[in-house]
């Protein structure tokens, strides 16, 4: 009776171990990016499939400023509506990038329903690629959405007061703050049991951003308590960053303070993240 062998199967780990070497470490890093990217474009070939997963970051930006402008701007804004339109479209860009996340924490809380990343979890990639690729993709849906904003506020009458490097520092720093606040939805699609569970915790955490923050009026207006409130809340800085930057005001403290937001949502909800990730996929 002949015994045939079979090959063994390649080893699954992709993470590097503390005793590699630099030049080791360096191509396990190379290797994590190339995954990441492959599942970034896989994500974005499911999202052109599927367009009209895009609403909330090209039809709800038009809803919004015709709303606020041509309802609430009359009053608010002292019976000028271009006034208030100049005040408002930072305003609302920051409350879009903070509701552009919902989508993430959904999409991902429903891969991991349908069995997706038990698929991934059997390839020969880090275990945090997946996350990573997710996150990036999620870049052409946040450049969407300032597209949206700043083109249609346009055309009903906004003007950037400043200069076009100003205007794309503003971009730039929305977007790197849209991919530091999306790992909080990410965390959120991890820990819910569906993807209505997830819409409805992210919309109880961002409501008392994004409005009790500088998005839609002066934090002068407001009561006492709620002026402590917008001083921390990160959706004012990011705010009065980009308003700073697109019509004028004050700019280096509010951007520096931006920054310093992104690094704690990085610090706290990236490690979250892997971990519900681990013990849920």
């Known amino acids: 009776m002949t015994t045939t062998l079979t090959p063994s199967a390649p080893p699954a780990a992709a993470v590097d171990q503390p005793g590699d070497s630099p030049d080791q470490r360096r191509t396990g890093m190379r290797?994590?990016?190339?995954?990441?990217?492959?599942?970034?474009?896989?994500?974005?070939?499911?999202?052109?499939?599927?367009?009209?997963?895009?609403?909330?970051?090209?039809?709800?930006?038009?809803?919004?400023l015709l709303l606020f402008v041509y309802v609430f701007g009359g009053a608010i804004g002292?019976?000028?509506?271009?006034?208030?339109?100049?005040?408002?479209?930072?305003?609302?860009?920051?409350?879009?990038?903070?509701?552009?996340?919902?989508?993430?924490?959904?999409?991902?809380?429903?891969?991991?329903?349908?069995?997706?990343?038990?698929?991934?979890?059997?390839?020969?990639?880090?275990?945090?690629?997946?996350?990573?690729?997710?996150?990036?993709?999620?870049?052409?849906?946040?450049?969407?959405?300032?597209?949206?904003?700043?083109?249609?506020?346009?055309?009903?009458?906004?003007?950037?007061?400043?200069?076009?490097?100003?205007?794309?520092?503003?971009?730039a720093l929305a977007i790197a703050f849209a991919l530091c606040f999306c790992w909080l939805s990410l965390w959120v699609?991890?820990?819910?049991r569906s993807p209505g569970g997830v819409q409805g915790i992210m919309f109880l955490l961002i409501f008392p951003l994004s409005f009790g923050s500088s998005a839609f009026v002066s934090p002068s207006t407001m009561p006492g308590w709620l002026q402590a409130w917008t001083k921390v809340n990160p959706i004012t800085r990011l705010v009065d960053a980009m308003r700073g930057l697109m019509v004028g005001g004050p700019v280096t403290e509010n951007v520096l303070i931006?920054?310093?937001?992104?690094?704690?949502?990085?610090?706290?909800?990236?490690?979250?993240?892997?971990?519900?990730?681990?013990?849920?996929?």
């Open 258 to 281: 931006t920054f310093g937001w992104m690094a704690a949502l990085l610090a706290v909800f990236v490690p979250l993240t892997l971990r519900a990730y681990k013990l849920r996929a």
């Open 78 to 171: 002292g019976g000028s509506r271009h006034t208030y339109l100049q005040f408002l479209l930072p305003g609302l860009l920051g409350q879009g990038i903070a509701m552009g996340s919902i989508a993430l924490g959904q999409n991902m809380n429903a891969d991991i329903g349908k069995g997706v990343f038990d698929r991934f979890r059997s390839l020969p990639i880090a275990r945090s690629v997946p996350l990573v690729g997710a996150v990036l993709a999620d870049f052409v849906r946040y450049l969407i959405l300032c597209v949206m904003f700043l083109g249609f506020g346009y055309v009903i009458g906004f003007r950037v007061e400043t200069n076009p490097l100003a205007l794309i520092a503003a971009v």
């Open 31 to 64: 290797r994590n990016v190339r995954h990441a990217l492959v599942l970034a474009k896989r994500n974005l070939i499911k999202t052109a499939r599927t367009p009209e997963q895009l609403i909330d970051v090209t039809l709800q930006p038009i809803i919004f």
């Open 189 to 192: 699609g991890l820990k819910s």
